[in-house]
């Protein structure tokens, strides 16, 4: 237990970097300690779960790299330079953290990510200098992150080694040449098994990989949707078990809606008294699709065929219609973000829905319920005969390397050491110690779980172009109602092939040119 406590003694938070960035910086550890450090990471290694990225790999399994890392780094000494970083500063249901304060009581997490950095900096004698970036006023900490990164373009003076960004600023950064391409990473290897694969590869174009999501972004499984149910409330209407459903296969769209109306109750004035369902709209709309087997974008030859499809997809109309005549008949409740969780999470943590329309990282806003138990589900499939659950992922965050960084190479070197150190450590704990044993309530859950990783579906236009497509698309067609799904995908088809998924492959075909 000693040794315990000074391996994961957490850091001092010493001064303020701008408005709204703390920066972090750790004690140097005794060469005793540091010795029993290096031990500790070779037998945590034969221990420890490694993050699943193959369909068939489980969570205990640690099949490539040495028995020490599952990486293939080698030995570099980096002479105590440091490496600094700007991260996103996280928040409830919202795991950014790179590194931790010194007066911060953390959970399994917190203890893994310390366990994680002061292993790299041993094994490459390097000093991590991080810092995070909160919400200034009304620009949120991944804008601010971003801003830094334009800051350091026009006029480098942080020389920031790594930045982390949400996915669709980090796709503009690459139109802008801002930051590295995965391809000139040359110490990242993209075939290790704690890469996102299922992301990775719908993010990659005629054969060029635009980003490397890994084991390091916990945040990117957080934000895979789910389904909460009320279990006590299905009991008591006596209802079929959501479980056995998903189990069996049964679970469809359809059958989830008929569970919806069932369960509306409305009161003496007409007014609904308890929904059917319940959820914020970003979470609702395009997830039933995504979870149904449909895409906003279709795909043919490598990614370079793109179409967006959604006026004339048949089952994307059909279930939109579907879910907006719940809406109509005050059976689903949709709120758009109104600055807090708290706004659209309230009907179904007060326990007046059955379901909620939700993603795995904000179910931990739900743990001090006590009056009833709730569940975890993927999204339904459009019919029986769909071969699996999807689960969309909305957003996704990860750590970049700015073309302006000192030492690109040393950079690459340390993003791959904190992709394998996370699928030894702090992925993990998460999923294993946090997720599983104290979020989720039923072992069942964890099966769940399981389905909603196996496969997840991640759309440019959904999430690379949130701002250009999903947002306004939500707005017309599932809030302010001024436009019919159909009408809005006919009327977007020029502006999306011409504006962004033009300039894509352009932009493709210019990196395949650099290359060659």
């Known amino acids: 237990s000693r040794l315990r406590a000074e391996l994961f003694r957490p850091l001092r938070s010493d001064t303020k970097y701008g408005e709204g960035e703390t920066n972090m910086k750790h004690r140097k550890l005794p060469l005793g300690i540091t010795a029993c450090l290096l031990t500790l990471a070779c037998l945590m290694s034969l221990f420890t779960a490694c993050g699943k990225k193959n369909e068939t790999k489980t969570t205990e399994e640690v099949t490539n790299g040495t028995d020490e890392y599952p990486d293939d780094l080698g030995a570099f000494d980096f002479g105590k330079e440091k490496f600094k970083v700007l991260s996103v500063a996280s928040r409830e249901g919202t795991y950014t953290t790179f590194d931790v304060p010194e007066d911060y009581q953390g959970d399994q997490v917190d203890d893994a990510v310390y366990s994680r950095n002061r292993i790299i900096e041993q094994r490459f004698n390097v000093v991590f200098d991080s810092y995070t970036a909160g919400d200034e006023g009304g620009t949120p900490g991944y804008t601010v992150c971003y801003n830094r990164l334009r800051q350091e373009a026009l006029a480098p003076t942080e020389n920031w080694d790594l930045i982390m960004l949400i996915n669709r600023d980090a796709y503009t950064a690459i139109q802008e040449e801002m930051i590295c391409l995965p391809s000139e990473l040359k110490h990242i290897d993209m075939s290790k098994d704690y890469y996102l694969r299922d992301v990775n590869d719908a993010l990659t174009i005629d054969g060029v990989p635009l980003f490397a999501y890994s084991d390091e972004s916990v945040y990117t499984f957080e934000r895979s949707v789910c389904i909460v149910f009320n279990q006590s409330e299905v009991t008591s209407l006596g209802m ?277």
Request: glycine letters at 6%.
């Open 240 to 516: 079929e078990d959501p479980y056995a459903l998903v189990k069996s296969g049964d679970w469809t769209y359809q059958r989830m809606f008929e569970m919806v109306k069932t369960a509306t109750r409305m009161d003496t004035d007409g007014k609904t008294a308890f929904y059917g369902c319940s959820g914020m709209s970003d979470y609702t709309a395009t997830s039933y699709w995504f979870g149904c087997g449909q895409t906003m974008l279709t795909t043919t030859n490598g990614n370079t065929g793109m179409r967006f499809s959604i006026g004339s997809n048949e089952a994307i109309i059909k279930i939109t219609e579907e879910i907006l005549a719940l809406v109509d008949g005050g059976q689903m409740e949709l709120k758009g973000w109104e600055g807090s969780d708290e706004k659209w999470i309230g009907t179904f943590k007060d326990g007046r829905a059955l379901f909620q329309n939700n993603i795995v990282g904000k179910v931990r806003l739900l743990r001090d319920v006590k009056d009833w138990d709730y569940g975890v589900l993927p999204y339904p499939k459009y019919s029986e005969t769909q071969d699996h659950y999807y689960s969309r992922v909305v957003d996704a965050w990860l750590h970049v390397v700015p073309k302006s960084c000192s030492d690109i190479d040393r950079a690459s070197v340390i993003l791959e050491a904190l992709a394998s150190g996370s699928s030894q450590y702090v992925f993990p704990a998460y999923y294993e110690k946090v997720l599983k044993y104290q979020i989720m309530r039923n072992p069942q859950d964890i099966e769940m779980l399981e389905l909603i990783r196996a496969h997840r579906t991640f759309d440019l236009a959904d999430v690379t172009w949130a701002k250009e497509i999903r947002m306004d698309l939500v707005s017309k067609v599932f809030m302010d109602r001024t436009m019919a799904v159909s009408a809005y995908g006919n009327s977007m088809v020029y502006t999306v092939n011409a504006s962004l998924v033009k300039p894509l492959l352009e932009m493709v075909e210019k990196l395949k040119m650099q290359d060659s």
